[in-house]
């Protein structure tokens, strides 16, 4: 009699989750990146609230975006929401945070913020002390998990409802693969992008800064460029 050592196929790792009942609630969400990303989930059929320092501000943002998104302020949207996504400006981002540990607890934190500087050279890459903004964001939500992603995407394009499709993939940093998996499947959910894993949140500076180099492509070439990975 013999026998055959099994061992069990690897994972697929585009085998995905089905995320398509998620709440997403998208902090800054009244700001032109914030704004654009609710758009394209809430058109792609996700359940959308944005959030807003002001309630109201929130509400008729949400009413122009259309598609069934609401709009609150920012703690009742991060109590709201199984996935946060955090679009606020680089030099509101610890104190938004700071205010909504308790409200974002247990959540998924995705943080897309880009911390740059900008003079007369153009933009230029700032170097938190946590190592990243999303670094940051881990640091001060010890009771969350926060992945990092949507960092390279255009504003315009996400904005500008004659454009179907977004060509771009979405790079993905965190500690967990399932909180990644999520992550990438949302990423899928637009039309044209594509989620793909590139590493733990130490490495998510060089991914941050990376925007600094887009946007001097931007401006040489008049152009709203992404990203694409090859031989994927």
């Not at 609230?49 to 609150?72: P, Q, T």
């Not at 709201?80 to 998924?108: F, M, N, Q």
């Not at 001060?140 to 949507?150: H, K, T």
């Amino acid at each position: 009699m013999t026998t055959t050592d099994s061992k069990p196929a690897p994972k697929d790792p585009w085998d995905l989750p089905d995320v398509s009942g998620l709440v997403v609630g998208v902090l800054g969400g009244t700001g032109d990146q914030g704004r654009g990303l609710a758009y394209r989930f809430a058109k792609a059929g996700q359940k959308v609230i944005i959030g807003s320092r002001a309630a109201e501000r929130a509400r008729d943002v949400a009413a122009e975006i259309g598609h069934g998104v609401e709009g609150a302020d920012n703690a009742e949207t991060a109590r709201r929401s199984d996935v946060v996504i955090v679009a606020v400006p680089w030099d509101g981002h610890a104190k938004t945070l700071e205010s909504l540990r308790e409200e974002l607890r247990g959540k998924l934190v995705v943080d897309c913020v880009n911390p740059l500087g900008f003079d007369k050279k153009g933009a230029y890459a700032l170097k938190p002390e946590e190592g990243s903004a999303a670094e940051q964001a881990a640091a001060l939500l010890p009771d969350s998990r926060v992945a990092a992603a949507f960092h390279h995407l255009s504003a315009v394009l996400l904005k500008d409802t004659s454009v179907e499709e977004i060509d771009t993939d979405v790079m993905v940093l965190g500690e967990e693969r399932a909180d990644v998996e999520i992550v990438q499947a949302l990423a899928g959910r637009i039309a044209g992008m594509r989620g793909v894993f590139a590493g733990r949140l130490r490495n998510a500076h060089q991914v941050e800064s990376l925007v600094a180099n887009l946007i001097s492509v931007n401006r040489r070439y008049k152009a709203h460029a992404g990203l694409r990975v090859t031989d994927l």
